[in-house]
């Protein structure tokens, strides 16, 4: 069923679209104004973000390289592991305030993921810890601590020996 229109109304609609057509074209272009600056904003985000995001892939790259350089020795020591392999930071809550900030105090622990892995050598086991199967973690932990299992000769007073000299050598087992 189709509308028809009177002389009257056609002319009446005709009128107003001849009064609606400024303001439709000026709608017109203010949306083409706004898409404009829209494509424009758009590109300076995408320039900004892009030259962020750049940034923070060198700043990502140069910590990289640090953590790398530090773990390189714990990746000759353990195989190719590093320290986020193998120990995990702990944050633990002591339920203590500080009195200058109001802030509560946090106690920070690192500790290894897998306890086992891990092992340094106990003094006293000689060559047979050595020349192990490798990844083989029989025995470990059941020889005796290196104070017990090779007490040290007392020396006499007032004569110094090469671990007196040096006080950290019996704690890291350097002789």
């Avoid at 679209?17 to 829209?38: G, L, S, T, W």
């Avoid at 350089?69 to 000759?76: A, E, F, L």
């Avoid at 990844?135 to 007073?157: F, H, K, L, R, Y």
């Amino acid at each position: 069923m189709a509308k028809t229109f009177s002389k009257i109304e056609i002319n009446t609609i005709k009128t107003i679209a001849k009064n609606v057509a400024p303001y439709a074209a000026k709608k017109e272009r203010v949306e083409n104004q706004i898409k404009e600056v829209e494509e424009k904003v758009a590109e300076q985000i995408r320039k900004r973000v892009a030259e962020k995001i750049e940034k923070l892939e060198a700043e990502k790259k140069s910590y990289q390289d640090i953590i790398d350089s530090m773990n390189d020795t714990v990746k000759k020591i353990t195989d190719g592991y590093t320290t986020e392999d193998l120990v995990s930071r702990v944050v633990e809550h002591t339920g203590k305030m500080d009195e200058k900030t109001g802030k509560e105090i946090l106690q920070t622990r690192y500790v290894l993921k897998y306890p086992e892995t891990v092992v340094p050598p106990v003094e006293g086991e000689g060559q047979a810890a050595q020349e192990g199967e490798g990844d083989s973690q029989e025995g470990v932990g059941d020889a005796a601590p290196a104070e017990e299992a090779a007490p040290e000769a007392e020396q006499p007073a007032g004569e110094e020996t090469q671990n007196d000299a040096d006080p950290f050598a019996q704690e890291n087992g350097w002789q």
